[in-house]
């Protein structure tokens, strides 16, 4: 259960960068969350709604999007996503596919409006 | 509407840290290992066998996590190397941060190996980069074969499975086959080695492998 730490991170990432516009409101916070980040999304929206609750942010809506493991195929250079461990290409049918991403725990980006 | 571009890792800052320890660990030739596994798997086992193995010269020392106790400390403190116990009195993860502190009171220049014993855990743990140059999962026969199915971001980000309490395989319905074919699937050319802590059946091999990245670390060093 490390979600409440990194709820914490994307809160005090975030804040950093409302400061430096006064002028704004934050509305929204886009996370990108991999299957291989060994963070579990649910867990993460959670513990920030309860970081949240009953202070000037509670309406700002933290947005995740998941990614899946993603692997390239270096004979035919097809991304593919990975379902179930299954790493061989699906187009060529090549099985020493490489890794290329699904390791993601990113800050992709904020949404703010004037005040 | 405005929207502001991030493109940034949430663990940003404890990567920064990271980051600093690995230049640091690099520039003194230290090769640092993060153990990582669930409770109970055999970490200190290991880390006791190792030890147990090293000249007294070796120029080795043991960071330990845990959320309480220093017990892993106390075992490991026997063997005459310098061990520290790291109480993250609660948190189920070590980060970079805290080795840093940890860190601290000792002579870099004084050490070759540093263990880092991480917190037992096979989930949390995988998120934080400690600087280390590779990380370790110990995975015993008394769990489950299909444990790197299940908890895949460990097993994917660490370099070598070491297989635990193969003393035990007659006991128990563990199948070794299909534990090193899951392992493969979560992380194709994954090194596996298969030790016992009780027989000492493995145990050249585990200490070959740390021979070895000893040597790179070595030569790393030369060549810099």
Not at chain 1, 102 to 108: D, F, I, K, P, V
Not at chain 2, 48 to 62: G, H, I, K
Not at chain 2, 181 to 193: D, E, F, K, S, Y
């Amino acid at each position: 259960m490390h979600e409440f730490g990194i709820a914490c991170s994307v809160l005090d990432a975030a804040r950093a960068e409302v400061r430096l516009r006064p002028e704004m409101k934050l509305t929204k916070i886009v996370v990108r969350v991999g299957a291989l980040a060994g963070v579990d999304p649910d867990a993460l929206d959670f513990c920030f709604q309860a970081l949240v609750k009953e202070t000037d942010w509670e309406a700002v809506v933290l947005e995740i999007e998941r990614r899946a493991q993603r692997h390239g195929c270096p004979r035919c250079g097809r991304e593919f996503e990975v379902i179930q461990y299954n790493t061989t290409c699906p187009v060529c049918g090549e099985s020493e596919t490489t890794f290329s991403g699904g390791n993601e725990l990113e800050l992709a980006y904020l949404e703010l409006e004037e005040l | 509407m405005n929207r502001v571009p991030l493109e940034r890792k949430v663990l940003s800052e404890n990567d920064r840290i990271a980051a600093e320890l690995r230049e640091r660990f690099s520039a003194h030739g230290i090769l640092c290992l993060n153990l990582v596994s669930s409770p109970g798997a055999g970490k200190t086992s290991l880390l006791e066998r190792t030890l147990e193995a090293f000249p007294r010269e070796q120029r080795v020392a043991v960071l330990t996590g845990d959320i309480q106790t220093d017990n892993d400390a106390v075992r490991l403190a026997r063997f005459g190397f310098p061990v520290r116990q790291i109480t993250t009195g609660g948190t189920c993860h070590l980060d970079a941060r805290m080795i840093e502190k940890a860190l601290a009171e000792w002579r870099l220049e004084d050490l070759d190996l540093l263990f880092i014993e991480n917190v037992g855990n096979l989930v949390c743990p995988a998120s934080y980069d400690l600087g280390e140059a590779a990380k370790i999962v110990v995975l015993s026969v008394a769990e489950g074969e299909d444990k790197p199915l299940k908890y895949p971001a460990m097993f994917f980000r660490s370099a070598l499975l070491v297989l635990n309490k193969i003393d035990l395989l007659p006991h128990v319905s563990f199948d070794l086959a299909k534990a090193r074919q899951n392992a493969q699937r979560v992380h194709p050319g994954m090194a596996t080695i298969e030790i016992s802590c009780v027989t000492g059946e493995g145990l050249p091999q585990w200490l070959q492998w740390l021979e070895k990245g000893l040597a790179a670390c070595s030569r790393n060093l030369a060549a810099t």
